[in-house]
């Protein structure tokens, strides 16, 4: 037998990654985030993604943090951070693998992954972004867009995402929200647009740097100023629209928005003065625009100096789609109506639980000890527990629904990028709607499968051989494990497995 697999670098070296113990936790009368349908528009699955040391992983720390589920925010040069829980990670202060957190944020709840930013681990940007319905890009705003900044750029792009942009360290004395709106539009051949503006302990004029001490909404023109004795916590609201130079800040973004949505545009003309346009009405507008992509929404923080991180956190739920809004146009979704269609995106192997798989439900719901059909590989199976995870944490719930990432056990055949649903009889009516709608004469030509996520090319082979008999009897059980924990991998073999 003959095996390829790939290994990351780190450095210029190769190096391996060790299984990390999973903690698990389980709560018999646990509910899970979105009891039903009409919960769904409250529900966002965001994906964050930047360039290595943008602050990734402290800005989702803070958010945790402001959310009420960690009691106090960890640092990644102290290795204590939630989503960052491998050794390896701790040790060299980089995320290695994606990790899937949810928290509730006033009336909604956010499912976020948190994602590698090195090039070298950027199939796990790949899958992640596959199974969310928005991004949030972060840029350090000391050095605007990055290498792999324009990487993750153009995979979520591929996708469709709506996106918004966070420039980080805003506190850095070499930062510049000018220079990181210039190198978005040359780079990213994106049209931003700022929706705040900072403010310094010192006035600087056109200047940035240190001293950052809190933001202006450039919509509400309100002011917000964040207080350090409480972690950014707690932050004072003033009201500022008499300022004058904010009021022309407002009044030039009313108007580069109306350039970019027809609707506002229309209200623009009819209103009398741009002061008396609403502050829902823009907000509205923003969102249209960054549902059709016709530009980026910009704001404006320090995660690690604790600014900024809850309008961040507001604006996502005010900017970013629900899985309804998203989803509604694709047409392998809509063919499965309210049935079961989830999307298998990762697979880790857990020694006491066997294979692990994470799913992103689309439409229907998926419980425990479950009977489901596997699409692609039309196989069935039966599902042992679902779980929702949080990092390397599993709570156990009786089902996900539409909308959710999770977590489900005893899927054996199943590996990343199969199509889930609960029945064949269901992928007959799904595969004759999708028929219909792509106008296919020939039914049987027309899987009712998710599209599957970009598998790059691997940049180290190796064979694995067994070192004797009594390992080889068992090597074809380990090797599914192996092949089914990574879809990045090639294999020439005449074994099943």
């Not at 210029?12 to 903690?23: H, Y």
């Not at 999770?406 to 007959?428: F, H, I, P, R």
């Amino acid at each position: 037998m003959k095996f390829w697999f790939v290994a990351a670098k780190h450095n210029g070296r190769i190096v391996g990654l060790k299984r990390s113990f999973i903690r698990w936790t389980s709560t018999t009368n646990c509910k899970s985030t979105s009891e039903d349908s009409g919960q769904v528009h409250k529900t966002r699955n965001v994906g964050i993604m930047a360039h290595i040391d943008a602050g990734k992983t402290t800005t989702t720390e803070r958010m945790l943090y402001y959310a009420g589920r960690i009691s106090s925010p960890g640092e990644v040069h102290h290795g204590d951070t939630v989503t960052d829980f491998l050794p390896q990670e701790r040790e060299r202060g980089i995320t290695i693998q994606s990790a899937v957190v949810g928290f509730d944020w006033k009336d909604s709840h956010v499912n976020l992954i948190d994602t590698p930013g090195h090039v070298d681990f950027t199939f796990e940007v790949e899958r992640s972004l596959r199974v969310v319905d928005s991004a949030v890009a972060i840029l350090d705003a000391s050095a605007g867009v990055e290498a792999q900044t324009l990487t993750v750029w153009r995979q979520a792009s591929a996708y469709n995402l709506p996106k918004l942009i966070f420039l980080n360290k805003m506190d850095k004395s070499s930062a510049s929200h000018h220079m990181c709106l210039k190198s978005i539009q040359s780079k990213l051949k994106s049209t931003p647009f700022l929706l705040q503006s900072p403010l310094y302990h010192n006035e600087r004029g056109t200047g940035s740097g240190s001293g950052l001490k809190g933001l202006v909404d450039l919509i509400s023109l309100k002011r917000m100023i964040f207080s350090q004795t409480s972690k950014g916590a707690k932050f004072s609201i003033d009201d500022v629209s008499q300022d004058k130079s904010l009021m022309k800040q407002h009044c030039e973004l009313v108007e580069h928005l109306a350039d970019l949505d027809l609707v506002l545009a229309e209200i623009v003309i009819e209103s009398a003065t741009i002061e008396e346009i609403t502050h829902e009405t823009i907000q509205s507008a923003v969102k249209r625009i960054v549902m059709s992509n016709n530009g980026i929404p910009v704001l404006l923080g320090s995660s690690y100096k604790n600014i900024g991180v809850q309008p961040l956190m507001d604006a996502i739920l005010t900017y970013l789609p629900s899985p309804l809004e998203f989803n509604s146009n694709d047409p392998v979704v809509t063919a499965y109506g309210t049935e079961l269609c989830s999307f298998a995106f990762k697979t880790i192997h857990d020694r006491q639980m066997g294979p692990l798989t994470f799913v992103r439900n689309f439409s229907g719901s998926l419980s425990s000890g479950q009977k489901i059909y596997n699409v692609t590989r039309s196989k069935f199976e039966k599902v042992h527990k679902t779980y929702l995870p949080f990092a390397d944490e599993f709570k156990e719930v009786s089902k996900l629904n539409v909308g959710e990432v999770g977590v489900v056990s005893g899927l054996k055949e199943t590996v990343t990028a199969d199509t889930l649903t609960s029945s064949g009889a269901v992928v007959a009516i799904a595969q004759k709607k999708l028929s219909k709608r792509l106008g296919s004469e020939d039914q049987r030509q027309v899987k009712p499968c998710l599209s599957g996520v970009n598998i790059p090319e691997p940049v180290f082979f190796c064979s694995v051989e067994s070192a004797s008999l009594a390992f080889r009897l068992e090597s074809p059980e380990r090797t599914r494990n192996c092949i089914g924990v990574s879809s990045a991998r090639r294999s020439e073999s005449s074994c099943p497995y």
